[in-house]
Antibody, heavy 123, light 106 residues
């Protein structure tokens, strides 16, 4: 059974940092692109970042570029999102999501999602 | 690429045929997917490549379109279909979602 479990969310002051983790099971992690998607309370979905299976295969939303960094440790079956210089508008539930495959377009279609971790940026 | 969904919400009855549209600000070929999200749950992939049903999704769901105009149709609305539906384009980064369409019981 495919499972994705996020952790690392919490309350942080503006300008602060957090690192989110997403630990997976039930599939061969190294074979799949992975993404982070966020959702504000009662609002829609916003894609944040994608990490492919190859070196340098990273993409970011304009709203987080230069502040967030996505990475993976295939030996630990874990995806990360390092979030720096956090702003109030980054407050959201952050989901990790699996791409359907390794390559476009499958890598950009999300077939499994974690249950999310809440990040609150407030003083 | 901006995606505009319409309507933003609709009220329908069990058994109704429901159609949701998604318009892209530029052509995206068939690089569009649809998700369903129920309250308190995570999004669930319904359709990919604009018209291909994801495994396990009931056949009352269908998708069509290419270029800039896409539709999601539920042929006969069931109680478990009351949810919010999102389109997403995968043609170019940044990946973007539509604003969502909430389907409510009339």
């Amino acid at each position: 059974e495919v499972q994705l479990l996020e952790s690392g969310g919490g309350l942080v002051q503006p300008g602060g940092s957090l690192r989110l983790s997403c630990t997976i099971s039930g599939f061969t992690f190294s074979n799949y692109a992975m993404s982070w998607v966020r959702q504000t309370a009662g609002q829609g979905l916003e894609w944040v970042s994608l990490l492919g299976t190859g070196d340098g295969d990273t993409f970011y939303a304009d709203s987080v570029k230069g502040r967030f960094s996505i990475s993976r440790d295939n030996s630990k079956n874990t995806l990360y999102l390092q979030m720096d210089t956090l702003r109030a508008e980054d407050t959201a539930v952050y989901f990790c999501a699996r791409g359907r495959g390794r390559y476009k377009p499958e890598s950009r279609t999300f077939d499994y999602w974690g249950h999310g971790t809440l990040v609150t940026v407030s003083s | 690429i901006q995606l505009t969904q319409s309507p933003s919400s609709l009220s329908a009855s069990i058994g109704d045929r429901v159609t949701i549209t998604c318009r892209a600000s530029q052509g995206i070929s068939s690089s569009l997917v649809w998700y369903q999200q129920k309250p308190g749950k995570v999004p669930n992939l319904l359709i990919y490549a604009a018209s291909t049903l994801q495994s396990g999704v009931p056949s009352r769901f269908s998708g069509s379109g290419s270029g800039t105009d896409f539709t999601l149709t539920i042929s006969s609305l069931q109680p478990e279909d009351f949810a919010t539906y999102y389109c997403q384009q995968l043609n170019a980064f940044p990946l973007t979602f539509g604003g969502g369409t909430k389907v409510e019981l009339k």
